[in-house]
């Protein structure tokens, strides 16, 4: 595993969690950029990243909510997510990029999970 994200846990609903995500590994050059979720059984879902331009992108059901950022000094990203509601319960992973470009190598960290009580 060459991501390790961090930061998971139970919180009630309209609180707040902070998730970060690291490179662990031994491969390097590895950037790490996006959040992405998967509940089970259901197919995994863009949360938020840094596109290649340094902007951020998010989906639809977390904006105004989440903000996703990066430390590019130690190579760390974030996710804080406020205003948690049920429907974030999650497994969250952290996706990085051995690369600059889209069609970089692609690497996933283990997961997080974010439960949500309501």
């Known amino acids: 595993v060459q991501l390790q994200a961090s930061g998971g846990g139970l919180v009630q609903g309209g609180g707040s969690l902070r998730l970060s995500c690291k490179t662990s590994?031994?491969?390097?050059?590895?950037?790490?950029r996006g959040w992405y979720r998967q509940i089970p059984g259901k197919s995994r879902e863009l949360v938020a990243w840094?596109?290649?331009?340094?902007?951020?992108e998010y989906g639809d059901s977390v904006k105004g909510r989440f903000a996703v950022s990066r430390d590019n000094a130690k190579n760390l990203l974030y996710l804080q997510m406020n205003n948690l509601q049920p429907d974030d319960t999650a497994v969250y992973y952290c996706?990085?990029?051995?690369?600059?470009?889209?069609?970089?190598?692609?690497?996933w960290g283990q997961g997080t999970l974010v439960t949500v009580s309501s």
């Open positions: 590994g031994t491969i390097a050059g590895i950037t790490p």
């Open positions: 840094v596109n290649f331009n340094g902007a951020e």
């Open positions: 996706r990085g990029y051995r690369g600059s470009n889209p069609w970089s190598q692609i690497f």
